[in-house]
C-alpha cells in the first residue's frame, strides 16, 4: 500500500506538521483494515474503487461517527490517491466519484471578553516559576492567536524585543512575524531574566521543552476556573482572539495574517460570532426586534 513513500511524501514535500501526519496514518491505517476484512485487498491499489469507498463512507456514518469527521478522512484518501498517481502506482483515482457527506457548520467556540479578562487579572496562579510560565502560556495564546504546536517552539532568538514581533514556525513551514504589546515585550522580558531561559522559551521544571499534553492540561485547568465551554483546548484560545479581534473592528484580511491562514475562507468563518453578536445586540436594543 505505499504507506512508507506516502508517509515520507506528507512529511517532506506536504512539510505536513507531526499532529497531521499521524491523524493521516490513523485514516489510513482504518482504511486499509476495513478493505482488507470486507473485500480482501491488502497491496494491490488498483483493486480499489469509489464502490468501496463509498462502502466505507456508508459504515461510519452507519456507526454514528460525524459527517464531519469522515469528511477529515475523505481528505485523507484524496492525498493519498493523489500521490499514487502522481508516482504511478495507480492508474486512475477512484475518489473522482464519491462525494462527501455534507457536515452542519459549527461556529468557533470562544470566551466571552470579561471572562477572559477576569482569567487574566482575577484568577490566581501558582507562585514561582511554575505559575508565572501558565499564566504567560494563555496570555501569549489570547494575545497572539497562535497554534500548540507554535507556541512549544517558540526560542528566545525567535523575540525581537526592540521591534516587538515574534517568529513563529506554522504549517508547512511557514514563518510568520507577530507584533506584539509594549506590555507583553515587557512580560517576556521579566519571565526570561527572571528564570534564566535561554533556549525555548517555555519549559517544564527539569528544563526540558513542553509537551503538547501539558500545555493542554495547563490550558484547560484555567479556563475551566471562568467559563463551562466543553472545549477548554488551547485552540479555543486562537478562536476567542480572532472573534475578540473582529468584534473590535480589526480588518479581516488582517486576521487571517496574523493566524497563518492559507485561504481568507478559513478565517471568514469567525465572522458568523461576530454576526450572531450583531443579532443578540439587535434583539436587546431594538423596541421592534
Known amino acids: 500500500m505505499f504507506k512508507n513513500e506516502f508517509t515520507q511524501y506528507i512529511a517532506a514535500e506536504k512539510r505536513f506538521s507531526e499532529h497531521t501526519i499521524k491523524s493521516y496514518l490513523t485514516d489510513l491505517n482504518q482504511f486499509t483494515i476495513y478493505i482488507g476484512a470486507e473485500f480482501e485487498i491488502h497491496e494491490n491499489v488498483n483493486d480499489i474503487n469509489f464502490q468501496i469507498i463509498r462502502s466505507w463512507i456508508a459504515s461510519m456514518l452507519e456507526k454514528g461517527i460525524s459527517p464531519r469527521s469522515v469528511n477529515r478522512k475523505i481528505s485523507t484518501l484524496k492525498t493519498y490517491f493523489k500521490f499514487l498517481l502522481r508516482n504511478e502506482f495507480l492508474q486512475e483515482s477512484p475518489m473522482l466519484k464519491v462525494v462527501a457527506p455534507k457536515s452542519k457548520k459549527r461556529l468557533p467556540v470562544f470566551i466571552e471578553e470579561d471572562q477572559m479578562e477576569s482569567l487574566l487579572t482575577e484568577v490566581v496562579f501558582e507562585d514561582g516559576f511554575t505559575g508565572q510560565r501558565n499564566k504567560l502560556i494563555i496570555e501569549l495564546f489570547y494575545v497572539t492567536g497562535i497554534r500548540l504546536s507554535e507556541l512549544i517552539n517558540i526560542k528566545i532568538k525567535d523575540i525581537d524585543f526592540q521591534n516587538q514581533l515574534i517568529k513563529v514556525l506554522g504549517k508547512r513551514n511557514k514563518e510568520r512575524l507577530i507584533p506584539l504589546s ?93 454576526i450572531e453578536k450583531l443579532k443578540t445586540v439587535y434583539k436587546q436594543a431594538h423596541p421592534r426586534a
Request: aromatic content about 8%.
Open 182 to 274: 509594549a506590555s507583553m515585550i515587557q512580560l517576556l522580558k521579566s519571565f526570561i531574566e527572571e528564570n534564566q531561559i535561554n533556549h525555548f522559551l517555555f519549559s517544564n521544571l527539569d528544563g526540558n521543552q513542553l509537551y503538547t499534553k501539558m500545555v493542554y492540561r495547563i490550558v484547560n485547568k484555567y479556563i475551566g476556573k471562568i467559563s463551562s465551554v466543553n472545549n477548554k483546548s488551547p485552540h479555543i484560545l486562537r478562536h476567542t482572539f480572532a472573534t475578540h479581534m473582529l468584534n473590535n473592528g480589526a480588518d479581516i484580511n488582517a486576521i487571517k495574517e496574523l493566524l497563518g491562514h492559507a485561504n481568507l475562507s478559513a478565517t471568514q468563518v469567525y465572522t458568523h460570532n461576530t
